[in-house]
Every structure is written in structure tokens, then in C-alpha cells.
């Protein structure tokens, strides 16, 4: 039977979600904990990628297990297991072809700003010493919506087929001395998000104009973009899929 394990991790010392080599993930302490509770190997997919750093509000995985699971349970269980920055939330059976990444016809990130020098902020939210100009910023993220191809805001590297993703929202919000920034879209190329969030920045140091903004976001080249924003400030905020996937369950 196939299950989606919804999660939620401070990725603050997580080497990002995969599993890779001599280094931490997400990923790993996960399926080391699913394995030990369920006494059977698991190995599970998540619905994307994180990088080192950053942190997820909801992000999904889905396993295969022989039998039936008592859902509480297990989540009672695994939370008694997992270390204190990983969190299991919600588990759902699901139709054997379900897939935790492929059906995913949404996901949304946010990226948190803050403006007062706050030392429990430190690794969940940006400082910045000045306050950039919020309305340019939405000019220049409104742009985002009208195409289709994010060659600019992607990582050379990887296997990346191609670079079209389609946003449906992309905002800045203010509340006091906080600013989120919150884009949606089908896909994300590996580091769009932090690239995008780099550069809208720089629109709001004026460093860059919305028009050129604009100009960056169609030259589909790479060294166009500013820096990547650090990873602190940035969260798999949501994941949305098609309801008729979960087995007597709703999301």
C-alpha cells in the first residue's frame, strides 16, 4: 500500500532534503525513523527539493509498506522518534500510482524579511538594515506571471529538461517590521525562488528599475540575475494536489 506523509522541518541544520553523501538530510533522518517504526525498509520520495538551510511549513512525501497502517499510531510513533526540527503531521493512504512529486499540480514558498535586528530571527528570516521599496517590488513580481521561461532564475547545474514553469501568484506583503514574499506556480527550477527574491530585491535597493527587471526576466541569461537570497528567509510554504488521489481521505 502507498501512504503521503505530510511534514514539516527547520532545515536550519539539514544539508536540504535529499540524500546525499557525508552530509545530513532531511531525507535521511526521515526514512531511517519510517524503517525502524515500521520495521521494513523505506525509502521515501518527497514532493520536491530543499536546499541547505532552508525550511519547510508542509512538504510531502509518499512510501510503500506491506499492510495496512494504524495512521495514529504510526504518527505517534515516528514523532517520538524524530529529532525536534522534524515534525509528522498528517499521514493519508493513497492510490498505488500516487506520486508525491509528479501529482503535485501546486506548491508555494514564501520568503520571510525582516527589518529589525532580531537574534531568534537569525536563521528564519533575512535581515535587512533598510527598508526596500515594497510597491517597486510588486511591479517587478506582477512581471513574473507573463512568461513562461525562468532560464535567468535557475541553477547552471542539473538535470533539468527544461525551464518553463508557470506562476500564478507572486506579492510582497508588509506587516510592521515584517515582509513576505509569496510566489505559486506548477514548478520551480532548483534555486529559482531565492534567485527571484535576490533580484526583486535589488529592485527595491534600486539598484535595478521594474523595466529592467523585465529585461533580466527575458535575456534567459543566468549572470543577468543578483545573488540568491540566503536560505534562512525562504519555506516550502504549500503543496496542493487532486483530491481523487487520496483513498477515503480529503486534503
Known amino acids: ?35 525502524k517504526v515500521l520495521r521494513q525498509p523505506i525509502s521515501s520520495t ?3 527539493r530543499t536546499d541547505t538551510g532552508v525550511h ?29 526540527d522534524v515534525a509528522a ?35 528564519y528570516a533575512y535581515y535587512l538594515s533598510r527598508k526596500p521599496d515594497v510597491t517597486k517590488m510588486n511591479e517587478a513580481a506582477a512581471l513574473l506571471l507573463r ?4 532560464t535567468t ?4 547545474k542539473g538535470d533539468t529538461k527544461h525551464y518553463r514553469c508557470s506562476v500564478y501568484e507572486a506579492f510582497w506583503e ?32 534600486g539598484k535595478l528599475s521594474v523595466n529592467q527587471f523585465e529585461e533580466i526576466i527575458t535575456s534567459k541569461n543566468r549572470s543577468r540575475a543578483s545573488g540568491a537570497a540566503p536560505a534562512e528567509g525562504l519555506y516550502l510554504a504549500k503543496v496542493e494536489y487532486e483530491e481523487q488521489i487520496f483513498v477515503n481521505a480529503s486534503v
Open 174 to 205: 508588509q506587516e510592521g517590521e515584517n515582509l513576505q514574499f509569496t510566489i505559486r506556480a506548477n514548478r520551480f527550477l532548483r534555486g529559482m525562488v531565492r534567485l527571484v527574491v535576490g533580484t526583486l530585491l535589488d529592485v527595491g535597493r
Open 56 to 84: 519547510a511549513s508542509q512538504q510531502f512525501v509518499h512510501f510503500d509498506v506491506a499492510a495496512p497502517l494504524d495512521k495514529e499510531q504510526v504518527l505517534y510513533r515516528v514523532n517520538r522518534l524524530l529529532p525536534q
Open 1 to 35: 500500500m502507498r501512504y503521503f506523509l505530510e511534514i514539516a522541518y527547520d532545515g536550519t541544520r539539514f544539508h536540504g532534503w535529499q540524500i546525499q553523501p557525508n552530509a545530513l538530510s532531511v531525507q535521511e533522518v526521515l526514512d531511517d525513523c519510517l524503517t
Open 89 to 123: 503531521i498528517h499521514l493519508w493512504p493513497v492510490t498505488d500510482e500516487a506520486h508525491a512529486r509528479f501529482d503535485a499540480f501546486a506548491r508555494t514558498y514564501h520568503y520571510h524579511v525582516t527589518l529589525a535586528k532580531n537574534p531568534f530571527k537569525r536563521y
Open 46 to 48: 518527497g514532493s520536491g
Open 153 to 156: 532564475f535557475s541553477k547552471v
Open 147 to 150: 512568461y513562461d521561461d525562468f
